[in-house]
């Protein structure tokens, strides 16, 4: 089973500025299969990144994800007040598709 | 439009046995396979497991093998997850999603709330 460690657990940044979120897996993700997803309070999970740096659909460009092997990336260009949220990393590659324990990004 | 209708919040006591379910619509069911998370209170998000709908074959998480049984219909399109005997720690909320061919989770149920308490 492929361990996802996130790092900050808890970040801290104003409106504007630039959010840099960590994912590092326990072995390497097969084929960049590494998904990020947005969850909100009291709403379902939303696909943002795929393949490590594909944008689903409807995903602003302020959102990039980059990476390869065990240490991934996803990067918020620049915050609005609704990326405000918590953010969790999957490994799609292979059964089990675990999940990080997720990164939450405050307003400071 | 691609939905997941997921079934409503229950209310159960220990040793209660439980299904809830998930029914897809605007695209071919049995061509994606569902997967099914559980998010307890305040906490991340776990896979349980997933099932593809056209000939039923299901993987577990090791966490949830034998805790959990996850099945389908696709006469209704409709997959289930379900509990033979409820523990106050199955308290969570728990979401499907479809999984794409490249097994991300491109759509996702609105969650039903489970409570078990005595």
């Known amino acids: 089973e492929i361990v996802l460690t996130q790092s900050p657990g808890t970040l801290s940044l104003s409106p504007g500025e630039r959010a840099t979120l960590s994912c590092r897996a326990s072995?390497?993700?097969?084929?960049?299969?590494l998904a990020w997803y947005q969850q909100k309070p009291g709403q379902a999970p939303r696909l943002l990144i795929y393949?490590?740096?594909s944008r689903a659909t409807g995903i602003p460009d302020r959102f990039s994800g980059s990476g390869s092997g065990t240490d991934f990336t996803l990067i918020i260009s620049r915050l609005e007040p609704e990326d405000f949220a918590v953010y969790y990393c999957?490994?799609?590659?292979?059964?089990?598709?675990?999940f990080g324990q997720g990164t939450k990004l405050e307003i400071k | 439009e691609v939905q997941l209708v997921q079934s409503g919040a229950e209310v159960k006591k220990p040793g209660e046995s439980l299904k809830i379910s998930c029914k897809g619509s605007?695209?071919?069911?049995?061509?994606?396979?569902i997967a099914w998370v559980r998010q307890m209170p305040g906490k991340g998000l776990e896979w349980m497991g997933i099932i593809y709908p056209g000939d039923s074959d299901t993987r577990y998480s090791p966490s949830f093998q034998g805790q959990v049984t996850i099945s389908v219909d696709k006469s209704i399109s409709t997959a289930s997850l379900q509990w033979s005997s409820l523990e106050a720690s199955d308290t969570a909320m728990y979401y499907c999603?479809?999984?794409?061919?490249?097994?991300?989770?491109?759509?996702w149920g609105q969650g039903t709330p489970v409570t078990v308490s005595s």
């Open positions: 393949g490590a740096s």
């Open positions: 072995q390497s993700v097969s084929s960049t299969y």
């Open positions: 605007g695209y071919s069911f049995t061509n994606f396979w």
């Open positions: 999957q490994q799609h590659g292979s059964s089990p598709l675990t």
């Open positions: 999603a479809r999984l794409s061919s490249s097994w991300y989770s491109d759509y």
